[in-house]
Nanobody, 123 residues
């Protein structure tokens, strides 16, 4: 069982930056594939970026060059970060952290999910 808690969302103007954090705890968390997903009102959940314990990462085309995913182990807790730069109104969504032992890449099939953190970008 893995527990995921996101933080760091908020409201910014277009061109601004935000850093999302996800704290992961539980058995075996350090070996999980982890990722960030987002869901805007009326739209399906989509993958934003994923990270493996081996250092692999992948990004959605829409965020490449603007978003950076990273992970760090601190005192028995794994932190997954998403640095978001040059934010645009179309980035507005609820952002979720997800984890699984299977790599589903950017598909929202991961087993464990956080509650989400809202990101709102105004023009």
């Amino acid at each position: 069982q893995v527990q995921l808690v996101e933080s760091g969302g908020g409201s910014v103007q277009a061109g601004g930056s935000l850093r999302l954090s996800c704290a992961a705890s539980g058995y075996g968390y350090s070996s999980y594939y982890m990722g960030w997903f987002r869901q805007a009102p009326g739209k399906e959940r989509e993958g934003v970026a994923i990270s493996s314990s081996f250092g692999e990462s992948a990004y959605a085309e829409s965020v490449k060059g603007r978003f950076t995913i990273s992970r760090d182990n601190v005192k028995n807790t794994l932190y997954l970060y998403l640095q978001m730069n040059s934010l645009q109104p179309e980035d507005t969504a609820m952002y979720y952290c997800a984890a699984d032992l299977t790599n589903y890449w950017l598909l929202p099939r991961y087993k464990y999910w956080g509650q989400g953190t809202q990101v709102t970008v105004s023009s």
